[in-house]
């Protein structure tokens, strides 16, 4: 059977309550004893004091009785036992002789309670007195008695019945009042001895409520001052630590806040790096558009022109077959055929490539990754961008290629490598600038990695080491007063990166830069060896192939 | 050799007799302080040769074979109870002394327990006290009742007298003194002073503002205030000059001799507080 926990009011749980409720039952119980003592103790001595008396009497009456008795005077002994039943506490007096004989009695009630003190007191002869031969012989005096009556009391003990009634309400009011007085001095001392544990124990609180400022205003060098002191120590190092943590989180809150705020100016960067990128698509977009038209009728020209070449040239072979060399545009007509023969091809040709350069502009600027996993391989994408770059060749810049053969294919969009080849070899040139310089461009197979490696080299002024940390940022460059957008090697990083490689400059400064474009092999089942092409490149008869 | 035998069975049988041959035979009723000391002032001055019995020593003394068998010349009875034995043979003459209450068979000569009643009229007069009450058992005391009468009709004492016959009649009888009496005169009377009645003496004193002159010193201390005491030693020593004068052939006055010295102690605090006359020179 589950037993109902008695539950206490919250008062009674205070340490002054509980103190002062052993100290007042404590006391409560003294008291209770001490009255039960004292009154037993005043009942025994009142009752021990009354049988004195009663003996007393009866042996003052005894020894008073002793002549008369001797005598045999009855009416002495009668005025004797009268005198002794005047005390209020004598109920009845009786005086006996040796033979059981009353020879006088004073009875004052015949109601004998049960408690009743009976005293019998024997009448002796005196002692130590002789007999007229014995005091002659010069004997010595003996203490021999001889009981010649006896006097019989009986005493009343109502008397001490009242007194205990008596003594027991004084008693208990004195007890009473005592408690109370007591009580309340207790209550007062508690009151004045607890308010040290009561300001203890609300300075704690404070403390524990996080208010570590607040200090137990305790004075003094006992337990308690000594314990307030500890804990104002306790409270004092909190505070501090608190402040610490406080200074902590402030600093920690102003570091991310900056942090935030970085990463929201790389955010806005992105933004508008976005919003670039969108503008300059649709400036891509345009700018094909525009070129896009007369490129067509550039090539419809071209094709029209190469029809209309092979249509005329029969005559004109017939013509100066007849009519022996002539000459158009100043030029004899062997070399005007050949001349026209191939411009026309190269009017044709380059208008497809512009067709291709803009439709890979287009396809860039509206997110044509869609070429990504297109088969590619490495050295007819270098080869494409050094046709595009032909007409961007310097007299004074030395183009050397060194392509590897047997070099497997990758997967991705030709143009956004021919792009990307097309920024590093014109940086590569720009850099020679003013100077006689080399590049060097190669592409080699790194069958260990699992790679295809391009590398363009050059010797030119290389790049300072504050700049080398800021070459990837968008329109970062150091050559804006030249007409540099700061996008080449920003776009070409994000193409490369694209494709899974990764885009290193190595660079000394006064001594060159080496740009590597590192590029996954793609799987065999998506690409296969391609055969080695070796040579100068068509569209650029100072390219040498070593 | 022969003679040498009938000299020793001579000595043998001699012997007894010279170590029991005596004048005196003592005999002291019990081992008692106040019965040594007599013996012991009889026996300081008294040169013949003694023989002690002390009675409470045997069941039963044979008094009549000794003094057949050994002459005694006289016998000297210490005590009452010696007295009455000594009385019952008649080989030997009896002087007695220390015997208040013995009723000799026939007169006896000794030393009487009981002083001249002239010293105590005397010592009486002396502090002033005119009328005097006296209790007594006419059996026991009245002769010397009689002598004291003779005695203080030649002073201005006056002796008021009641006669007690039993014990229990001396509250009484001391109370019928009442304002009759200026001293009292305690004698040594077993039936007038007895254990019980005593302080019966000593409380009339009180009541009375009446001295008490009595004959023994450890009543004082109840409350007398004169006690007139006999000196024992001076008995033993003046009962072997008797004894002296009968073995020298002198017949004896019959009767006992008054002691011829007396010892007189007073409770000063008594005195002082009834006011009487100092007694000065005892």
């Known amino acids: 059977m589950r037993r109902k926990k008695l539950r206490l009011p919250p008062y009674a749980k205070s340490f002054q309550f509980r103190l002062y409720l052993i100290f007042t039952g404590t006391i409560a119980l003294l008291t209770a004893a001490f009255v039960t ?42 005025i004797l036992a009268e005198g002794t039943a005047r005390y209020p506490s004598v109920l009845s007096v009786s005086i006996v002789d040796r033979e059981r004989r009353l020879l006088a009695q004073q009875v004052k009630t015949k109601t004998v309670d049960a408690d009743v003190i009976d005293m019998q007191v024997p009448i002796s002869s005196p002692s130590g007195v002789l007999s007229p031969e014995s005091a002659l012989l010069g004997q010595s005096q003996g203490n021999e008695q001889r009981v010649i009556g006896e006097v019989h009391l009986k005493l009343d003990t109502t008397g001490a019945r009242e007194r205990l009634v008596t003594l027991v309400a004084a008693s208990l009011g004195i007890g009473t009042l005592f408690w109370i007085l007591v009580s309340l001095l207790c209550y007062q001392i508690l009151k004045r001895v607890t308010s040290s544990f009561n300001l203890l124990l609300g300075g704690i609180e404070k403390i524990g409520n996080g208010t570590l400022s ?61 919003n670039k990128m969108t503008s300059l698509g649709l400036l891509l977009s345009s700018m094909a558009h525009e070129i896009n038209n007369p490129n067509a ?33 100043g030029v004899p007509y062997q070399r005007a055929r050949q001349v026209l023969t191939e411009n026309a091809g190269k009017i044709v040709e380059n208008s497809e490539r512009i067709a291709q350069v803009v439709q890979g502009l287009r396809d860039y600027g509206v997110g044509g990754g869609g070429q990504l996993r297109q088969r590619l391989e490495i050295n007819s994408a270098v080869s494409a961008a050094l046709s595009v770059l032909a007409c961007q060749m310097k007299r004074d810049v030395q183009l050397h290629t060194s392509l590897a053969i047997s070099i497997p294919a990758i997967a991705g969009s030709q143009q956004q490598i021919e792009q990307v080849l097309i920024n590093l070899i014109l940086n590569a040139m720009q850099s020679c600038a003013g100077r006689n310089g080399e590049v060097h461009l190669g592409t080699r197979h790194d069958a260990a990695r699992g790679e295809v490696v391009v590398e363009v080299r050059d010797n030119g002024v290389g790049i300072a080491p504050e700049t080398m940390e800021r070459l990837f940022e968008p329109f970062y460059s150091t050559k804006l007063d030249l007409g540099g957008s700061g996008l080449g090697l920003y776009i070409s990083q994000f193409i490369v990166s694209e494709h899974g490689g990764r885009l290193q400059l190595h660079s000394a400064l006064g001594k060159g830069t080496v740009a590597t474009v590192v590029l996954p092999v793609a799987p065999v089942s998506v690409v296969g060896v391609l055969a080695t092409q070796h040579g100068q490149h068509s569209a650029d008869p100072l390219h040498q192939v070593r | 050799m022969s003679l040498l035998r009938l000299l020793l069975l001579v000595l043998f049988t001699l012997a007894p007799t010279l170590a029991l041959a005596y004048d005196v035979l003592l005999l002291q009723s019990m081992h008692d302080k106040g019965y040594d000391e007599a013996v012991r002032g009889f026996k300081r001055d008294y040169r013949g040769s003694v023989r002690r019995i002390v009675l409470t020593d045997y069941a039963e003394l044979d008094l009549t074979r000794i003094t057949r068998e050994e002459h005694p010349k006289l ?18 003459p009896v002087l007695y002394m220390m015997a208040l209450n013995a009723k000799p068979r026939r007169s006896a000569v000794g030393v009487s327990m009981l002083l001249d009643p002239a010293k105590y009229l005397s010592v ?31 002073t201005r004492v006056r002796l008021v007298l009641r006669e007690v016959h039993a014990a229990k009649e001396t509250p009484a009888m001391l109370a019928s003194l ?101 007694l000065v020179g005892r």
């Open chain 1, 297 to 329: 009728s550039i090539r419809f020209s071209g094709h029209m022109i190469g029809k209309m070449l092979g249509d005329a040239l029969p005559l004109l072979d017939g013509v100066w077959q007849e009519e022996g060399e002539f000459y158009l545009g």
């Open chain 2, 178 to 278: 009442k304002g009759k009496v200026d001293a009292l005169w305690m004698l040594p009377d077993a039936t007038a002073v007895s254990p019980v009645s005593t302080e019966a003496y000593f409380l009339f004193s009180q009541a009375e503002r009446v001295p008490v002159i009595t004959f023994a010193e450890v009543y004082l201390s109840m409350g007398g205030a004169v006690a007139l005491t006999i000196d024992r030693n001076d008995i033993g020593r003046q009962l072997a000059e008797l004894a002296q004068n009968v073995l020298d052939g002198n017949q004896p006055e019959d009767g006992g001799d008054p002691p011829r010295r007396m010892v007189m102690r007073t409770n000063e605090g008594v005195v002082r507080q009834l006011r009487l006359n100092p």
């Open chain 1, 214 to 274: 607040a200090r137990v205003g305790l004075d003094g060098d006992d337990e308690l001052g000594r314990a307030a002191n500890a804990i104002n120590a306790m409270a004092a190092s909190l505070e501090l630590r608190e402040l610490e943590n406080q200074a902590l989180q402030d600093e920690l809150l102003r570091a991310m806040r900056l942090e935030v705020q970085e990463e929201k100016k790389l955010v806005m960067a992105r933004l508008i790096q976005t």
């Open chain 2, 75 to 92: 016998i000297i009875a210490v005590g009452d109870r010696a007295l009455e034995l000594a009385q019952k043979q008649h080989a030997a």
């Open chain 1, 37 to 78: 003592f004292y009154v037993l103790t005043e009942l025994n001595a009142y009752r021990s004091n009354m049988e004195r008396e009663g003996r007393l009497l009866a042996t003052v009456l005894a020894q008073n009785a002793r002549l008369p008795l001797f005598a045999e005077n009855r009416e002495a002994l009668g």
């Open chain 2, 124 to 154: 009486l007069e002396e502090l002033g006290c005119d009328r005097v009450g006296v209790l007594y058992d006419p059996a026991r005391s009245g002769a010397y009742v009689k002598r004291a009468l003779a005695l203080a009709a030649r």
